[in-house]
């Protein structure tokens, strides 16, 4: 690890014995850690905390983790890797669906678990350096984004939006009336390289749209059915 400030890393998991190793584990590469034992004190403390990134097993008291993950993610891109037995299609397609950024099946090599760690925070490191260089501004109708402190306006209003969120209607906004299909937005959002069965794309146009669209006018994003979505200039 460098000398820059350690990552803060939330354990929620419930099996004591794992989560104790994972944690002594983390410690020695030199990340801060904190455990939650169900559910309920994990969602509380990803709510609360400043984390840069989160441990997720499914099969919690209280709360499992996809709810976890379905009530996190309105508010909070905050990396998201799932520990868990269940390793059916089925369940990791909801696990991806639900907000997951990645997914390990237990029981795991504690180094195939500090790899996706770090692969995990790398992406976002790289992201968040590639977003701070750019310094232009771009707009759509009343909509603005000034990409050098990432604040999007409608009018003189402030909206606040997720880091998904803001990266997904500034992709929308650097290719208006270019209709872009849910695979390549899965790429270029999410950095998803292969086809994947989900409906997060549709999931976080709903949110964006909620934050963005007035009551009585236009809404600024189309769907194109069958394909993806578009933001097209008013004839």
Not at 96 to 118: C, M, N, Q, S, T
Not at 119 to 136: C, G, S, V
Request: charged share 35%.
């Amino acid at each position: 690890m460098s000398e820059e400030k350690a990552k803060r890393i939330l354990i929620v998991e419930d099996e004591k014995n794992l989560a104790r190793f994972v944690e002594l584990e983390l410690k020695h590469e030199g990340y801060e850690t904190e455990l939650a034992k169900d559910g309920r004190i994990g969602l509380e403390k990803a709510q609360e905390g400043d984390w840069d990134l989160i441990l997720l097993d499914l099969m919690l008291p209280e709360i499992n983790g996809i709810e976890v993950c379905r009530r996190l993610r309105p508010t909070s891109d905050v990396p998201i890797i799932i520990m868990t037995a269940r390793d059916s299609v089925i369940d990791r397609v909801s696990g991806f669906d639900h907000g997951a950024d990645d997914y390990i099946v237990k029981p795991f090599a504690i180094e195939e678990l500090l790899a996706r760690i770090r692969a995990l925070l790398r992406r976002i490191d790289i992201e968040e350096e590639q977003q701070h260089r750019k310094q232009t501004k771009i707009t759509f109708r009343d909509l603005s984004v000034e990409k050098e402190n990432r604040i999007v306006r409608r009018g003189e209003e402030i909206i606040d939006l997720t880091k998904r969120e803001y990266e997904l209607l500034v992709m929308l906004m650097e290719n208006v009336n270019v209709v872009l299909p849910r695979t390549e937005l899965l790429n270029k959002v999410w950095g998803y390289t292969t086809e994947v069965e989900t409906n997060v794309v549709d999931v976080y146009i709903r949110y964006l749209r909620n934050k963005i669209d007035v009551d009585g006018q236009p809404g600024y994003i189309q769907t194109v059915r069958g394909t993806g979505y578009v933001m097209r200039t008013p004839e």
